[in-house]
Every structure is written in C-alpha cells, then in structure tokens.
C-alpha cells in the first residue's frame, strides 16, 4: 500500500497521512482531493520525511479521492513555500493557498459563457438599459461580472439577452495569450544600458542564481535594460515575472511592454475577476504564459518554467506584507530565484539600504545607471526654509514656491506638489468644546475629505458624513480643519493661480486602471498645470513638460522617528524630485521644511547619496538594526483589552533569556486599537547569529491562545505601528 504525506489547506492540521488508492498515480507536488471528517479538502502531496504528522496506523489511513487536473507543483516551488513557512513563522497552509489562489482553476480546463453587446440598437430603451449598454461597450464578460461593471442586478442583464442586445459567447478556459515578440520593436541603447543588458542578458542565458541590483538614477531607463534580459528569457521558451509595488503603476508599464513587445503581458493582482484569475493560473502552471506581471501575491504562483524576475522599485515598502502571511516580497523573490537557480533584477534609483548593503558586500551585483538617457539632466535640487520664508496664515505653500509655479503657468510647463496625506485635512476639531473627531474602532483621527465630503479612517475604512453642528457640545457651524491634505492644497492652488488646472491624485481619486490612463493622457495632453499628490505620484510616471517639483512638507515622514524615518524620506523625496526635467527642458525641485540641518534634508540637498547611506548604515549598525541585527514584532490582539492584556503579559513573562536577543515589551501598540481589536506588542532585537524563528516558535509553542485572540509574529517589520 502506498502511503503519502499531504500538506492540507488547514492551517492548524498542515500535513496529514493518506492512502493512495489502486488505480491512481501521484508524484511530490501533485495537488489532490482529499477526504477530512465529513468534508473534502484540497492538499499537496509532499516529498517525503520533510513535514511532521501524527502517527495513523496503516489500517485507519483513508484514501485520497483524486488528482485534480493541473500540474504538480515544481519542487523548487515547495521548497520556496517551506523556507517562506519557516522564516516568517507562519502556518505551511496560509503560504500554501498563495500558490493555488484560485479555486477554479483547480477544477480543470473546459468552456464558460460569456456575454457581449450584439451591436442591436432598439428606438427606445428603458433609462437602466441605456445606461447598462453605455457601461457594457466593448466589455464580454460571465453575467454576475458585466452585472457589476453596469451596476445593474443579473436580473436586468438577462433581459437584455432575452430581448436581443446581449449574445452568449463560448470561450475556452485555457484559450492562449498572444505571443509576444522579442524583436517587434528594439531600443538603441546608450554605451552604459547595453553594458547593464548585456550583464542581464549573460546571466539570463546562461541560468544559475544571480542577483543583480539595478542602480540607476531616475530617467536613466532601467526598464529599457531589464526588458533585453526578458527578451532573451523569452526567446528562450521561459517566463518572466515583474513584481510592482503598485497596480497603479501597472498601467504604464502595460503600454511601455506592449510598445517593445507587441502584445501586453498576462496580469496579476487582487482586482482581476474570478474567470480572469482563473485563465491566468492555468496559463502560468501550463507554461504558456510568457511574462507575468503583478503585485507582490504573484510571486508564489506555481511557475512551469520561470526564467528571470524583475523587482521594479524593489525600495518600496508596500513589498511587505502586513496581514496573514507577513512577508517581504523583495526578499522573497531572491530566495525564490535562489531556489529556481535563476537571475533576479532589483531595480531602483533609491535602494533600500539593506539591498545597498548586500550590494556593497558583493552579495549582489551593482549595475549602476548614473546618468539620465538622452543627455536629460538631473533636477536642481534647493532647501525652502519655512522658519523664513513662511506661507502667509492660514496657507502652506511658501512664496518663493508660488512664485516659480507662477512662472511655470505662464511658460505652460507642469509643477507638482507631494504631499503624503490624502484628503483635505488630518483633524478635524470643534472651535467651541474643543471635540475631536476619533474613529471608533481604531487609535486615529479621522481625516475630512471634502470631496466626498466624508469624514474616514484611513486603517479601518469607517465613514461617517461631516455633521452640521458638533456631536459633543451642538454647536452649528464650528468645526475647524487642522492641518494640510492635498485635498486642502489643491484649493491653495486654486485661489493663488487662478485659472491653473489642478488634479488630485491619490488612492481616492486614481483607484482602477481607467483612471490612471485618464490622468496620464490628460498630463501628457497639457490639459493639467499643477499635479497635487501623494506617494502614488512619485514613482512611474515620466512627464515631458513637468519642470517644477515642490515638495510641500519634507518633515513629516521624520516625524514618527522609527527606524527607518530618514531612509523612507529619502526615498520619497528623491523619486518625486525625479520627476522633474525628464524632457528636454531642465527640471528644478523646492523641497519645504522646518529642519534644514537634518542630515537627511542636508543629503538630499547637495545630492551626496553615498554619504546619506553610509551614514545611516552606521546608525543601523550601532542599533543593532538590520541588516546587521534582526527585528521581530508579536502582536497579540483581542476586542477584550483586559484579554489581550492579560495574554500580552503572560507572553512576556515566560520570555526566553538568551544572550543574544534582547525583549522590549509588552506595551500597547502605538496604534493601540485598530479595527476593533486592542494590540499589544512586544519587540524582539537580535543579533545575526541567534535562531531568532526557532527561540519565537518555541516560546509561544507553549501557550494555548484562545480563539478570541490573535498572536501574530511580524519577522523584519517595516511597520511599527
Ligand atoms: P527609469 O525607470 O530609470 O526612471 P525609464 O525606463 O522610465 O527610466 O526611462 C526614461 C525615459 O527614457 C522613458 O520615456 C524611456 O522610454 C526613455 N528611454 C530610456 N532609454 C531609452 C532608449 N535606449 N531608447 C529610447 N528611449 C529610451
Ligand atoms: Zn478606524
């Protein structure tokens, strides 16, 4: 009788013993059906002697049902879902499910109905319909997906097919992605990018774990470099996988690949519908999808045969994850490059220092950029004082910076202005009692957006429309705005150039895919003069005219003083003064604050990288902080404060003692309640050498948390919130 080891998608079963039934076949790697109580439960046959299970005789083992009808996953796979399991100290399962995402998919190829407009044009149609044909142009999609873009019920679209404006369509699951053509349209690369792609390319070609940091200042064209490394991975049968941080700047890259290849890339992110995701899985396990592009949940898919992986703005910190399995997808990505024995790209003009470091202690191989393409220059970078040159009252942008966005009005050129804060203000107050507006399901004010006019938290999502008088005291008409969103600087703008046409751009008002390719062909059209946004804008975009960039206020990041404060400011400064002179016309950059000796604000002024890096490298290595030491967090949450209290402190007072980690905590979290739930933390410093994961798991191994409490382990967290 043969026996195997499945890993179960149950977190707290993880690898269970089957039977394998006459008649079937699997391997390591297959993905079966298998019988748990009175349920059926996907799993994962795994090599054998790698996962603990309990000890069931030979004769209770119950057989598997079946093999579903996709491609064992690869071992290199497994191996990636083991190490990323015990690294970030979670359940195999939870990293397991991020590798068969979709459900559907596991049932098999074979045919589905879709439904498109049939081109009928009826006299006279009811008020709904007209406007579910204007919505469904050009759309085929499944009945419930065409019923959500029309915002109309299932109901009203069946209908419409009854009555002749909507036809079936039957399309083939597994139907092929266009072949994209590695010569369809090749650059001229300048002497520094074809010594950068002939790196790449070499490594492509020839296989073998080798990774690359791309170092290039902004403008330089790293894109260009790492898309000759793609062609030659394509051209050689194998797939490609980009990792964004955002799918916002998924839009132009979508254009930038299809203009080099000639046919777009297969997506992948959170927002694609069902029967979408269900294509792309099947096309990514069967191999026929070449180049894959998506967030950071595309890293775990089951590959047939990737050859290279790019991360694009791999100093983004919306690579790590901050819900359920709590990884970095930066770091991940190497280690899934290590273990597919391939190249892997971390490209950016303002590496995370930790990459720096692996850079500089040969880990990585630098390819540095330092020049823009096409003789563009880098922005004049120059410090605002706000201390002596301050706004007029009650405004937040400083003259000398209206001044030159002025003059950039009537010389029809683009200004831009960053500011990190969506909506209009951060706190809203009542002038009488003195009232302020708190969610209540977490530690935060909540932030007016007079746009929508609603009052939101921007953790927990809670709104509530802005009231006329003030709930505490019932005064009318006093509640005062505190504070700059770029909501509130948009009007700044508005009253100061009159007649400038102003766009917001944040999450609220860039959120699908269309709108992002609105605002890029207005930008790029010259129907906006003053760009205002947050950190969506600093990264991506590449606008000819844009000559002016203001930076509304460079302190706030420093504010919160963690670890990693001046680096992010850094970063974010430098990729949005990036923006700045991409074209032919010199780009200039004002950055305000309060604390123009802050060796950050003093770096980003003279320009002087290096000497920023090494400087806080020293700080990181005096703290002990990574990458020289390692940081871990536990959280322990409950909607009883006294129970996650209680449990914090139980935690904390069976800590381990070990020279060579040190426990700070409990204590409530800064962000004490969120989401309903009370958090305590605890810290954990350590130092390279200890086990940090094995010293976590055996500590808490001991406690039986009840299943009202949550205790999660954050390894290298970049939040500490
Ligand atoms: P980065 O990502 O390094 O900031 P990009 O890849 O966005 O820079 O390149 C900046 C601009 O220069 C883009 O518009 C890009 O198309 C253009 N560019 C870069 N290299 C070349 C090249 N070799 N030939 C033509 N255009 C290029
Ligand atoms: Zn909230």
């Known amino acids: 009788m043969e026996r195997v080891r499945i890993l179960v998608f149950n977190a707290a079963l993880s690898a269970l013993d089957y039977r394998v039934p006459p008649g079937m076949t699997v391997v390591p790697g297959s993905v079966v059906l298998a019988p748990l109580g009175?349920?059926?439960?996907?799993?994962?046959?795994?090599?054998?002697?790698?996962?603990?299970?309990?000890?069931?005789?030979?004769?209770?083992?119950?057989?598997?049902?079946?093999?579903?009808?996709?491609?064992?996953?690869?071992?290199?796979?497994?191996?990636?879902i083991e190490w990323t399991a015990d690294y970030y100290c979670a359940s195999l399962a939870s990293v397991a499910r991020m590798a068969l995402s979709s459900s559907a998919a596991l049932k098999g190829g074979g045919t589905m109905t879709e439904y498109r407009l049939t081109g009928a044009e009826p006299a006279r149609l009811t008020p709904q319909r007209a406007a579910a044909m204007d919505a469904l142009a050009g759309e085929q999609a499944t009945i419930r997906e065409l019923a959500e873009i029309a915002g109309v019920s299932d109901g009203v679209l069946r209908g419409m097919v009854g009555a002749g404006l909507l036809e079936p369509v039957t399309v083939d699951i597994d139907r092929p992605y266009p072949r994209a053509r590695p010569d369809f349209s090749t650059p001229d690369l300048n002497e520094g990018q074809r010594a950068a792609a002939d790196a790449f390319v070499a490594a492509t070609r020839s296989g073998g774990f080798a990774p690359f940091l791309l170092d290039g200042v902004t403008g330089s064209g790293k894109t260009e470099c790492y898309f000759e490394a793609m062609a030659a991975a394509i051209t050689a049968g194998q797939q490609v996988l980009v990792l964004l941080p955002e799918i916002a700047l998924t839009e132009n890259f979508l254009r930038r690949f299809e203009h080099r290849f000639g046919v777009p890339p297969v997506l992948w992110h959170s927002s694609l519908k069902s029967t979408e995701r269900r294509r792309a899985w099947r096309a990514?396990?069967?191999?026929?999808?070449?180049?894959?592009?998506?967030?950071?949940?595309?890293?775990?898919?089951?590959?047939?045969?990737?050859?290279?992986?790019?991360?694009?703005?791999?100093?983004?910190?919306?690579?790590?994850?901050?819900?359920?399995?709590?990884?970095n997808a930066r770091d991940v990505a190497v280690i899934r490059a290590r273990f597919e024995k391939i190249p892997v790209i971390l490209a950016s003009a303002t590496p995370a220092l930790e990459s720096m470091h692996l850079a500089d202690t040969g880990v990585y191989r630098r390819i540095a950029l330092p020049d823009r393409f096409g003789g563009a220059q880098l922005p004049e970078i120059s410090i605002l004082d706000l201390r002596e040159e301050a706004p007029e009252r009650g405004r937040w942008l400083a003259p000398r910076l209206v001044a030159e966005m002025r003059e950039r009005l009537a010389r029809g050129e683009q200004s831009l202005l960053f500011l990190n804060r969506r909506g209009y203000a951060p706190l809203t107050l009542?002038?009488?009692?003195?009232?302020?507006?708190?969610?209540?399901?977490?530690?935060?004010?909540?932030?007016?957006?007079?746009?929508?006019?609603?009052?939101?938290?921007?953790?927990?999502?809670?709104?509530?429309p802005v009231p006329d008088a003030c709930p505490e005291c019932g005064t009318g008409d006093c509640l005062v705005a505190c504070g700059p969103g770029v909501e509130r600087i948009a009007d700044e703008v508005a009253e100061l150039l009159p007649g400038a046409r102003v766009a917001v751009v944040t999450s609220d008002t860039l959120n699908s895919p269309e709108k992002v390719a609105e605002f890029v062909a207005a930008a790029e059209e010259k129907l906006i003069d003053v760009i205002v946004g947050t950190q969506l804008v600093t990264k991506g975009y590449h606008f000819p005219e844009l000559t002016l960039v203001g930076v509304v206020d460079a302190d706030l990041g420093l504010e919160g003083g963690d670890l990693r404060a001046a680096e992010r400011t850094y970063q974010q400064v430098a990729q949005v003064a990036g923006r700045a002179g991409r074209g032919e016309k010199p780009g200039e950059v004002l950055i305000q604050t309060r604390h123009p000796e802050a060796a950050v604000i003093a770096a980003l002024a003279s320009g002087?990288?290096?000497?920023?890096?090494?400087?806080?490298?020293?700080?990181?290595?005096?703290?002990?902080?990574?990458?020289?030491?390692?940081?871990?967090?536990?959280?322990?949450?409950?909607?009883?404060?006294?129970?996650?209290?209680?449990?914090?402190?139980?935690?904390?007072?069976?800590?381990?003692?070990?020279?060579?980690?040190?426990?700070?905590?409990?204590?409530?979290?800064?962000?004490?309640?969120?989401?309903?739930?009370?958090?305590?933390?605890?810290?954990?410093?350590?130092?390279?050498?200890?086990?940090l994961q094995s010293i976590i798991r055996e500590w808490l191994g001991r406690f039986t948390f009840p299943a009202s409490l949550r205790v999660s382990v954050d390894i290298d967290p970049y939040s500490f919130v």
């Open 38 to 80: 009175p349920r059926q439960i996907v799993g994962i046959v795994w090599d054998e002697g790698r996962l603990a299970a309990g000890d069931v005789p030979e004769a209770k083992l119950r057989p598997l049902i079946e093999v579903l009808p996709v491609p064992p996953l690869r071992p290199a796979l497994r191996r990636l």
């Open 284 to 327: 990514i396990a069967s191999g026929q999808a070449q180049v894959i592009v998506g967030a950071r949940s595309a890293l775990f898919l089951p590959y047939l045969n990737l050859g290279l992986i790019v991360v694009d703005e791999a100093h983004e910190t919306s690579f790590k994850q901050d819900e359920g399995v709590r990884y």
């Open 430 to 464: 009542c002038r009488h009692c003195g009232y302020r507006f708190q969610c209540p399901n977490c530690t935060a004010w909540l932030v007016e957006h007079r746009l929508s006019r609603r009052l939101a938290c921007h953790h927990c999502g809670h709104e509530a």
């Open 608 to 691: 002087n990288r290096d000497a920023f890096y090494a400087a806080e490298t020293e700080g990181r290595r005096d703290a002990g902080a990574p990458p020289f030491g390692r940081w871990a967090a536990i959280i322990v949450s409950s909607e009883d404060e006294t129970e996650a209290r209680d449990c914090a402190r139980a935690i904390g007072g069976s800590r381990p003692d070990h020279p060579d980690v040190a426990i700070l905590g409990p204590a409530p979290a800064p962000l004490s309640l969120l989401r309903g739930r009370y958090r305590y933390r605890l810290l954990i410093n350590a130092r390279r050498s200890a086990e």
